[in-house]
């Protein structure tokens, strides 16, 4: 497991309020269920923010797809290996 | 109140406010609620709990989080998206609390802030703790 994923899967867990969600590189919105809405898309954004500490711009975030798409783009604004 | 916009607001900015918890809040907020629980209304038994009287509801306590965003940091425009909050230590009729809170980070992509919050009594012991995150309303951009 990348090393984004494994700091990627406790803020998932905890914006979407279920310990045993699995999230790999294939992961969407639409595989996530029904918690998955609006909201915890914004949370998480910020969640990963902190994480991580960086920045997002709307335009960077608003065509990402899977969470390989997320890592990919977290990857490029940190010195984290995807 | 207050009613900042996207651009006045920043990581560090904080605002506070003071109130005392009287018999009639815990009044009102059992009739709104109907939570019967004796902790909150019968003295003797909270005694018994090993309280020193019976202790103010912790959502009741934790309401005042919803004025800290509504009305003072970011105030007017806010939209409440979500509350995390722990409660340290029991509060009790007559307490002086202050409420403060202060913006720990943004969220750009979503305008979303979160707000680092406690809430401590008139001895300073913390007898809550908070993350609230908030959004702003677009369509109040505009007033």
């Known amino acids: ?82 | 109140m207050n009613s900042y916009s996207w651009d006045q607001l920043h990581v560090g900015l904080a605002a506070d406010f003071d109130v005392t918890v009287d018999d009639e809040m815990m009044a009102r907020f059992f009739a709104t609620t109907g939570d019967a629980n004796p902790l909150h209304l019968d003295a003797e038994y909270a005694n018994g709990r090993g309280f020193r009287s019976r202790v103010v509801y912790g959502l009741l306590t934790a309401s005042f989080y919803s004025t800290l965003a509504g009305v003072h940091l970011p105030g007017r425009r806010c939209l409440l998206h979500g509350v995390k909050v722990d409660f340290n230590a029991p509060v009790y009729v007559g307490d002086r609390l202050r409420v403060r809170g202060q913006i720990a980070h943004l969220s750009e992509a979503y305008r979303q802030i979160e707000l680092a919050c406690d809430i401590t009594n008139q001895r300073a012991e913390v007898v809550s703790k908070a993350r609230l995150r908030c959004g702003l309303d677009p369509h109040e951009e505009r007033h």
């Not at chain 1, 994923?5 to 639409?30: C, E, G, K, Y």
């Open chain 1, 1 to 82: 497991m990348s090393a984004i994923v494994q700091r990627l899967t406790p803020l998932f867990r905890d914006v979407l309020n279920d310990d045993h969600i699995v999230i790999t590189p294939d992961s969407n919105a639409q595989s996530m269920g029904p918690a998955y809405d609006s909201l915890a898309h914004i949370n998480i954004i910020s969640a990963i923010e902190q994480e991580f500490d960086i920045r997002f711009e709307f335009s960077e975030i608003v065509g990402l797809d899977t969470v390989g798409d997320m890592i990919a783009l977290i990857a490029r604004k940190t010195t984290v290996a995807a």
